[in-house]
């Protein structure tokens, strides 16, 4: 939620990238194997057999995961110098949903569809943590776009403190195509972006919901905009022009969950 007329777009900055498959870290490696996800194989810095560890490692050999021991620097490697917590798996790639799989999810559950629609959000950080916030709030799904987004890359997994490994995500060639196939469903949309109205004043209801987020640099697109049924805000009370993305989405997702629990 960016105020498009006094900002321009910020770089992104190119970390090392993860090995092709590699689930990073403890806490995404105990969703990794709660999800029951293929795990090919599964790297622990060596000697390192305390605590949670132990605990993860016990999992993966009962599940007949083959465990090896390596050095540091292995891991360091694989995890492209991300914070391993001494822990990598090599898991097949999570595949994309479609709307129509996230649509299915909600009537599965006996609920109404609750989505989060992401309007370019390149930073593999911001996207991570927008699903982690989708989980905890009982979205059903993410959408992304194919195109000048972020997809789902290791960064993202590790980033999402394994909520990835419970949140479909589909990826769509065109956000306002989305929006209006999710209108079909019933769905009511509505997108965060300053100049709307306040964000606590809104009776979302129980019903199908939308909820769009914009770019780091832009916020949404004008077109996308138009095609939205609603636009709100969050005051504010400060000197910056805005909350990060992954931080707006937290407050506005929350709010929504409070009026569907």
């Not at 995890?79 to 479609?98: C, D, F, I, L, R």
């Not at 909520?163 to 306002?176: D, S």
């Not at 100049?195 to 019903?207: A, F, L, P, T």
Request: charged share 25%; glycine share 10%.
């Amino acid at each position: 939620m960016q105020n498009k007329g006094n900002f321009k777009r910020k770089p992104i900055v190119h970390e090392a990238v993860a090995a092709e498959g590699a689930v990073v870290g403890r806490n995404a490696l105990r969703e990794l194997l709660a999800s029951g996800r293929a795990i090919d194989k599964i790297f622990v810095l060596r000697g390192e057999r305390e605590g949670s560890i132990t605990l993860l490692v016990a999992k993966a050999l009962e599940r007949g995961i083959p465990v090896v021991e390596v050095e540091r620097q292995k891991l360091d490697s694989l995890s492209g110098g991300g914070n391993h917590q001494g822990v990598v798996a090599m898991a097949a790639q999570k595949e994309y949903s479609t709307i129509e799989d996230i649509i299915e999810i909600a009537k599965s559950r006996g609920e109404n569809p609750f989505v989060v629609i992401l309007d370019g959000v390149e930073d593999p950080h911001n996207l991570g943590a927008i699903i982690r916030s989708a989980d905890v709030f009982g979205a059903h799904g993410v959408i992304i776009p194919k195109r000048r987004a972020s997809g789902i890359t290791s960064v993202v997994e590790k980033a999402s403190a394994g909520a990835l490994e419970h949140m479909a995500v589909a990826k769509v060639t065109n956000i306002t195509d989305a929006i209006n196939k999710l209108k079909e469903y019933g769905l009511w949309i509505y997108a965060a972006e300053v100049g709307g109205e306040d964000y606590r004043s809104v009776d979302y209801g129980s019903g199908p919901v939308g909820v769009v987020l914009g770019s780091e640099g832009y916020g949404t697109s004008r077109l996308v905009l138009e095609n939205c049924d609603f636009k709100i805000s969050i005051p504010n009370y400060g000197h910056v022009n805005s909350l990060n993305v992954s931080c707006a989405a937290a407050v506005v997702l929350a709010e929504v969950s409070k009026h569907r629990h």
